[in-house]
């Protein structure tokens, strides 16, 4: 099952395009976040260490200890891992009902205006 998940977005054989598999995980502000195969094969691609931390990326975006101002509109969910060491989500919210994740990263010193903390 797995595998026919990964395969292309249209197989050659077939008439109609079968959609690539999305997960949805909502933001602070309630907003349905989507994370697309294609995103995700382009993160892991750029970041190895990401790979295996789906689930993690898509938990971070709902439950994040602070979410930072990015540039061009972007939020950055933050939430960190051990010491000194945190997982940000980059994503956008388009309007109240859709958003997507732009990549993912590990860092040392997340940078950015906080414009949301756990409370």
Request: charged content about 30%.
């Amino acid at each position: 099952m797995a595998s026919e998940l990964s395969q292309t977005y249209c197989e050659r054989n077939e008439t109609e395009a079968r959609p690539l598999p999305t997960d949805i995980a909502y933001s602070v502000n309630g907003v349905p976040i989507r994370l697309t195969e294609e995103r995700w094969r382009h993160i892991v691609m750029v970041r190895d260490d990401l790979r295996g931390r789906r689930e993690d990326v898509l938990m971070v975006v709902e439950d994040p200890d602070f979410v930072l101002r990015g540039y061009g509109g972007a939020l950055l969910a933050v939430k960190g891992y051990g010491r000194g060491r945190y997982l940000v989500v980059v994503y956008k919210e388009l309007s109240s009902h859709d958003g997507f994740i732009i990549t993912a990263f590990f860092t040392s010193r997340p940078k950015g205006a906080i414009v949301w903390r756990r409370s």
